[in-house]
């Protein structure tokens, strides 16, 4: 982008004086993010013309059944998102007084619950009310799963399918889910499409684990387009997908084959892959945008994705059993909590709610889905809640994603802090290796390596005086020297590991 | 307080039992917001990309009337329109403009032999003009669909309250809506109804008088009041001099006629609204809406391509004012291509609001309303007749050009004129019009409005 342009833009999207306020409800194409060079591209977003499915009327299109329903929920979805944090949330809590009546007529898990804390569906629901509602841990969840489903799933709301997730733990929980809940986590990932206006036209590549075991390398899986939630209503570019069963350096190695525009991939991946490009001098020349998903992104992988492919990265934050939770602001690299789909609450050790800069656990319950409905259920995952966002939108802000109780640790005197440890600090001057720190007792962490090459003796010295540096004199360290670091169950790598009992 | 019931914070009508929001609406809404999203982006597109797309469009648009359309197949021909090359500017200027005589004198040449049936249903379209020749088009419903989404636009653009009360009063054939119940509807109409839950809507045929217009609308004491130009300042006339109030209205809607200069003033002095006008034309759609937040018109590039072309037949820049030429982009039955509708316009400069719609200033009328000078260059008349009428018992005033050299002022007084009041109103049109033109009053018990039901402030007699 030139100066002019640039400069441009800038005017337009700056808030003056009384068109303040009327910013937060006017949905204009001037406040949209403008990270990307204005080229003007006619495929990208917000350029790209939807599907027609009438000849000879291309612009603008009348697109068929299945795409209109899309477009209409993007059209909403681009309303609320500048309406005041207020008017999101009155319109929630319409939306959860429709599932709370539901999982109170149908649903023998939320029966009791709701009853005593006095839920009445002819009254509208109101904040005090939602606090007396107990929440509902994932250990819960997978205890009750036959009592969560719905006895009476409205027809209107499509097909039903199971839905398993393993976690962390290894202990999967499964829930059902209906054809409408599948629809706004569709709508959600269009959604973000338009928000980080991507280029339809280009090329996605995508590194994820393939349940059905296919993707193999060297070939990978070739699709014609992006996937559904793009596809019912534009024309997207070719998506090869690579099932990462295989090493980073193969994973590599596809990549320069490939030579996307765009990276999906998860966070740690993202990080090993970014590191073995700087090391190699290996480049990815099209490569505009690493998308992460699924883990905690590390503190260095931003810096580490700029210098080795020049791009930035865009995290979302979902769950397979809720759908999406929050996307990365256009502007900013903090989340906003995706309100359409699941009303999302922050809450401190004593179940009040945190303020601006409080770490909570992360309590989530979903507007859409009537087969298995999760109401104030507890993810396990915490978050740190943000101010209200300068880009306009009224969307609830969270600053960071920390992960879940067992990557917290837990001090000798008791209490329990997020690591923040820079673990590639101990990188610059010892060979590259996967790490992991393990909290074994109150009393003692554990650095388990697997470097790339046997260290010698004095790197390994110095890995032991990093970690002491870091813990401090309350804590009795030791390095141990592994082949591999396994990811969680959930297929997640995690930075640090609690093995003390209450810890989960 | 937000209210929640007012665009952008209205939530569509959903499909699904339990799904109140985001609402997952059934296929005719969903249809009607998709283009909705589309519209809301394309609005601030710059205007390169807006034009393109138009461009692409009507390379469509040009293909199906070469084959199927007996008018414009030598006509396209001849310009060098080829379906398997890109259309541009230089190609597209080429094409003859036609007219409304043509349109008037071609209707089944201009007819398509085949039209694609998925763009639903075909209806005939018969607008009288304001010369009183008809002239009839076909049209799909695919024109209709976007005639409605632009409607919803404009109800989007200037953040209506859904829930609230619109009156309409319009001229309606048949004998419905009379006074003095006239007819209430349960809400706006198809385009907002469609998708949304929407107010009641009162609606008045124009065939009472105004004294009557106006104790209907204090009877039903509108939010909205949607009515022509010229019917509005009659009823801001009286309203004001009857002191009766209307203790709801938030805004005037008027389409239809071009604004007379004091309208929006009175509007204001009258009931503190704004006025809100739209530029349409039954055989082509929207062609202008009035920007959110100025006075002047963004046209409507999603509908139309329109061009404002001077005597050379070059485009105008802005501050000029041209025939407004159109060329409409989705009706397949009658397509329409270079259409010189008979009016004049106003190009404008870009507007600060950021829209990268083009502007148009002000929308002048047609060729008849232009004032012929002795010396055979044309103007825009721009007097001030609402400045004359304000201190004078006058209910209406038109001035006529009845040759090159003679203006005959048309009056419809209140009260019989002293000879002091008809000095002091020839004065007026004499020193507007200056020495060149012989001017004469004549008092009249009415004033025919054209035969669209428009009234006119000038009219020249002179053959065009």
């Not at chain 1, 996605?204 to 990978?220: D, E, H, K, M, N």
């Not at chain 1, 998308?291 to 990265?313: F, K, M, P, S």
């Not at chain 2, 259309?87 to 597209?92: A, G, V």
């Not at chain 2, 209205?249 to 929006?264: N, P």
Request: charged share 25%; glycine share 6%.
């Amino acid at each position: 982008m030139d100066n002019t342009t640039a400069a441009r833009w800038q005017v337009r999207g700056r808030p003056r004086g009384k068109q303040r306020q009327a910013l937060h409800s006017l949905p204009r194409f001037e406040r949209w993010p403008l990270c990307v060079s204005d080229t003007l591209d006619p495929n990208a977003l917000p350029y790209a013309v939807p599907k027609s499915a009438l000849p000879g009327v291309r612009w603008p299109a009348v697109p068929d059944a299945a795409a209109s329903r899309m477009l209409a929920l993007q059209f909403q979805l681009q309303q609320s998102q500048w309406w005041p944090p207020e008017v999101i949330e009155k319109r929630q809590f319409e939306q959860l007084r429709h599932v709370l009546a539901h999982a109170l007529r149908t649903v023998p898990f939320y029966r009791e619950r709701l009853a005593q804390a006095g839920f009445d569906s002819r009254v509208p629901l109101q904040r005090e009310l939602w606090a007396r509602i107990p929440l509902a841990t994932r250990k819960q969840l997978q205890l009750h799963r036959q009592e969560l489903r719905s006895s009476a799933i409205p027809p209107e709301h499509g097909n039903v399918t199971e839905i398993s997730t393993s976690g962390s733990t290894g202990t999967p929980l499964t829930i059902w889910a209906t054809a409408t809940y599948a629809l706004i986590w569709q709508a959600i990932t269009l959604r973000e499409h338009f928000w980080h206006r991507r280029d339809f036209d280009a090329k996605l590549a995508v590194i994820r684990t393939q349940p059905s075991g296919g993707a193999q390398y060297p070939q990978g899986v070739l699709a014609p387009g992006w996937g559904p939630s793009t596809d019912v209503a534009y024309a997207t570019g070719p998506t090869p997908t690579l099932n990462p069963t295989c090493g980073t350096l193969e994973q590599a190695e596809w990549l320069v084959r490939q030579n996307p525009d765009y990276l999906l991939i998860g966070a740690t991946r993202a990080l090993e892959l970014a590191r073995h490009f700087c090391r190699t001098g290996l480049k990815l020349a099209r490569l505009r945008e690493v998308r992460t998903l699924g883990e905690v992104i590390a503190d260095d992988l931003r810096e580490q994705c700029r210098e080795a492919w020049g791009t930035r990265v865009v995290d979302m934050y979902s769950a397979r059993e809720i759908g999406y939770l929050a996307l990365q602001c256009p502007r900013h690299e903090h989340y906003h909590v995706q309100s359409e789909n699941a009303l999302m609450e922050i809450l401190d050790e004593q179940g009040r709610p945190c303020r601006e800069g409080e770490i909570g656990r992360v309590v989530v319950s979903t507007l859409h889905n009537f087969a298995t409905p999760l109401i104030r259920y507890e993810i396990g995952d915490y978050a740190e809640v943000g101010e209200a966002c300068p880009c306009g939108r009224g969307l609830p802000v969270i600053t960071r994603i920390l992960g879940r109780v067992r990557n917290m640790m837990t001090m000798p005197d008791g209490t329990r802090r997020w690591p923040n440890f820079m673990l590639d600090k101990a990188h610059s001057d010892l060979p590259p290796a996967q790490m992991q720190i393990v909290q074994t007792a109150l009393d003692t962490l554990e650095l388990r390596a697997a470097p790339a090459r046997p260290l010698v003796a004095h790197e390994h010295t110095r890995m032991l005086e990093y970690l002491r540096d870091w813990a401090g004199p309350q804590f009795k360290v030791g390095v141990r020297i592994v082949d591999a670091i396994p990811r969680n169950a959930g297929g997640k790598f995690e930075e640090f590991m609690s093995l003390i009992k209450d810890g989960e | 307080m937000t209210n929640l019931s007012s665009l952008p914070f209205a939530v569509p009508n959903s499909g699904l039992p339990g799904v109140a929001w985001p609402a997952v609406p059934d296929d005719a809404a969903s249809r009607m917001l998709a283009l909705q999203l589309q519209l809301d982006q394309s609005q601030w597109w710059p205007a390169a990309m807006i034009e393109k797309r138009q461009f692409e469009q009507l390379h469509g648009v040009l293909a199906h009337a070469q084959r199927n359309v007996p008018f414009h197949g030598p006509r396209l021909a001849a310009a060098g329109f080829d379906p398997r090359v890109p259309l541009d500017r230089d190609l597209w200027s080429r094409i003859p403009v036609m007219t409304r005589r043509e349109v008037q004198l071609n209707r089944d040449a201009l007819a398509s032999r085949s039209i694609p049936p998925e763009h639903g249903a075909v209806r005939e379209i018969t607008t009288s003009g304001s010369t009183g020749r008809a002239i009839t088009v076909l049209a799909t419903e695919v024109h209709a669909i976007i005639w409605q989404a632009i409607t919803l636009r404009e109800h989007l653009w200037h953040r209506r309250d859904l829930a609230a009360k619109l009156a309409v009063i319009r001229s309606r054939s048949g004998g419905t809506a009379e006074y003095p119940a006239g007819r209430i509807e349960p809400g706006w109409g198809p385009s907002t109804d469609v998708a949304y839950r929407t107010g009641e809507c009162a609606i008045l045929n124009t065939s009472c008088t105004t004294a009557e217009q106006a104790e209907w609308l204090a009877r039903q004491d509108p939010d909205y009041l949607l009515t022509t130009a010229t019917r509005a300042r009659e009823l801001a006339r009286l309203f004001r001099r009857s002191g009766q109030v209307l203790r709801r209205l938030r805004e005037v809607r008027t389409y239809g006629e071009a604004l007379a200069d004091d309208l929006r003033e009175q509007c204001r002095d009258t009931w503190g609204v704004p006025v809100v006008d739209m530029y349409s034309a039954e055989e082509i759609g929207y062609i202008a809406l009035q920007c959110p937040e100025r006075e002047h018109y963004h046209v409507q590039s999603e509908n139309v391509l329109v061009e404002f072309l001077d005597d050379l037949g070059r485009p105008c820049r802005a501050g000029e004012i041209g025939r407004v030429v159109i060329s409409s982009l989705h009706n397949f039955a009658t397509p329409l291509i270079r259409y010189e509708i008979g009016d004049y316009a106003e190009v404008g400069a870009v507007c600060p609001c950021g829209r990268g719609l083009p502007v148009l200033k002000r929308i002048m009328g047609r060729v008849r309303n232009m004032l012929r000078m002795p010396d055979g260059n044309t103007r825009w008349p721009n007097f001030m007749l609402a400045k004359t009428r304000s201190d004078l018992p006058v209910a209406q005033i038109q001035i006529v050009q009845t040759a090159l050299d003679t203006l005959e002022l048309r009056v419809l007084p209140e009260q019989p004129l002293s000879s002091q009041e008809r000095g002091r109103l020839l004065d007026y049109v004499r020193d507007w019009a200056g020495p060149q033109f012989k001017v004469q009053l004549r008092i009249v018990d009415a004033i025919p409005r054209g035969a669209g039901g428009k009234f006119e402030e000038f009219l020249s007699e002179l053959p065009q």
